[in-house]
């Protein structure tokens, strides 16, 4: 189910962002040829008006057509008035940002939602408080067997007052007893969590971890929130989008330099990440959608053909010039705009499977 729910995320993302295109376009008078989710021949199409929908077979994007994107395109003389290139540089310019755009909304509101629903880290003398939720399960600890993530902890040893005392408690349980691996034998804690209504009791003994010298659960709780009001989630939101999008760029503008280089990814790793975070919570799930509408609406921004960017960069060069630029010099920009998107893609592919697979391959 998680992969299902994961590509109808990216097919959302590619629609949202193609209707960008397509809404503004429709409403500044240009003509729409084809509306196509997805990449290659159609498979299926149908016409309403003059535009043409379509489903491609190669699910890695999608595109919408204008009439004279291309200026030496042949076209009805009735329909050269609203081709593309026969608009003013100030509509042009607003068509191509409304798909990035759209992705910059999409990654605000979901962002602003989860705020508003997940409330903001409460802290107290500058210290996060602590809820009673189970945040993480470290794997291959006495812990693992027995909670999960979410698990609420109602006790431990009768002690219910507050997670932070309940973490106190659990500290009591110290090596005592016998020798076990360096570290006597800890005495085991008596865990009371609620899980889907019910309430379970576990006995469970501590580890005993050499490098820390200390006796560990393997479990950690969550932080405790407290509501946010509409603006201060918006707040949130630019905040969190805009420290993220200045990493996005710096990792991408830095692309030669091996420790940037390594973070890069393609939708390939952002698909399986999407998949798994569906798999373990809805709010990781949008959190990953958010960024990754993010990192769409980023690089789509990069001034190279055949990027958004690169359509407004020679809009933009075409104001400044007063006269428009030769299609032909576009043209071989273009190429080489491609190379440096065939490049990060193939540097996201093998970091991809590198990550996804183990070490053992990726540009380093």
């Known amino acids: 189910m998680s992969y299902v729910l994961a590509f109808l995320g990216f097919v959302a993302l590619i629609i949202l962002h193609e209707f960008g295109h397509f809404a503004v376009a429709k409403a500044v008078g240009m003509r729409v040829e084809r509306f ?13 008006g003059e535009t043409e929908y379509g489903i491609g077979p190669l699910p890695v994007g999608g595109y919408v057509k204008i009439t004279g994107m291309n200026p030496h395109e042949e076209m009805p003389p ?14 042009r310019i607003v068509v191509i940002l409304a798909g990035p755009a759209m992705n910059l909304l999409i990654a605000f509101f979901i962002v602003w939602g989860l705020a508003l629903s997940q409330g903001q880290p409460a802290t107290s003398g500058g210290q996060p408080v602590l809820n009673r939720q189970v945040f993480s399960v470290e794997a291959g600890t006495p812990a693992a067997s027995v909670l999960r993530p979410g698990d609420k902890v109602v006790s431990v040893d009768g002690v219910s007052s507050s997670a932070e005392a309940i973490r106190q408690q659990l500290a009591t349980h110290r090596c005592a007893g016998s020798q076990v691996n360096g570290c006597p034998a800890a005495t085991a804690a008596k865990v009371v969590v609620e899980r889907d209504g019910h309430e379970l009791t576990f006995n469970i003994r501590p580890r005993y971890v050499a490098a820390d010298k200390r006796p560990e659960l393997g479990f950690s709780f969550g932080q405790a929130t407290e509501p946010v009001g509409l603006l201060h989630a918006a707040s949130i939101s630019v905040s969190y989008l805009w420290s993220t999008g200045t990493r996005t760029v710096s990792t991408v503008v830095r692309i030669f330099e091996p420790q940037e280089r390594k973070q890069l990814h393609s939708i390939v790793y952002g698909y399986t990440a999407t998949q798994e975070s569906f798999a373990t919570s809805t709010t990781l799930a949008l959190t990953v959608l958010a960024l990754i509408s993010l990192s769409l609406a980023i690089i789509n921004l990069f001034p190279f053909l055949p990027l958004d960017g690169g359509h407004v960069f020679w809009a933009v060069a075409e104001k ?11 043209e071989r920009a273009g190429v080489v705009g491609f190379v440096l998107i065939l490049m990060i893609f193939v540097i996201g592919l093998t970091n991809d499977i590198s990550t996804l697979s183990g070490p053992g391959i990726g540009i380093r």
């Open 36 to 48: 196509s989710l997805f990449m290659g021949p159609l498979l299926v199409k149908v016409r309403r």
């Open 78 to 91: 009735e329909v050269v008035p609203r081709a593309y290139y026969n608009q003013p540089v100030w509509k």
């Open 320 to 330: 400044v010039r007063g006269k428009r630029i030769p299609f032909e010099i576009m």
